[in-house]
Nanobody, 121 residues
Framework: QVQLKESGGGLVQAGGSLRLSCAAS????????MGWYRQAPGKQRELVAA???????TCADSVKGRFTISRDNAKNTVYLQMNSLKPEDTAVYYC???????????????WGQGTQVTVSS
């Protein structure tokens, strides 16, 4: 079973920065997709930023110019650098990876446990 371990969340004042990390472990696999989602109270989970195995990236309009998604393939880790944080960014952030298990050939979708990001004004 593959596990995604998230870290880096916390409480920060508006204008501050945080870097979220999400590392995959527990199997022999390749990662086809990495993404960050967030869910604020009373709202549906939304895609914040995504990165494909080919290196293509995308991000939500609300975070363009402030958030950057990146990866370290050797560490099976995806990062979300969040700068100029706003109170509206307050949410639980979840990482997502679409993984191909090399031995079984099964494609699976995995989610991290979520990490709370709270931005105060």
């Amino acid at each position: 079973q593959v596990q995604l371990k998230e870290s880096g969340g916390g409480l920060v004042q508006a204008g501050g920065s945080l870097r979220l990390s999400c590392a995959a472990s527990g199997g022999i696999f390749s990662i086809n997709f990495m993404g960050w989602y967030r869910q604020a109270p009373g709202k549906q989970r939304e895609l914040v930023a995504a990165l494909t195995s080919g290196g293509s990236t995308t991000c939500a309009d609300s975070v363009k110019g402030r958030f950057t998604i990146s990866r370290d393939n050797a560490k099976n880790t995806v990062y979300l650098q969040m700068n100029s944080l706003k109170p509206e960014d307050t949410a639980v952030y979840y990482c997502n990876m679409k993984i191909l298990h090399r031995i079984s050939g099964v494609n699976s979708d995995y989610w991290g446990q979520g990490t709370q990001v709270t931005v105060s004004s």
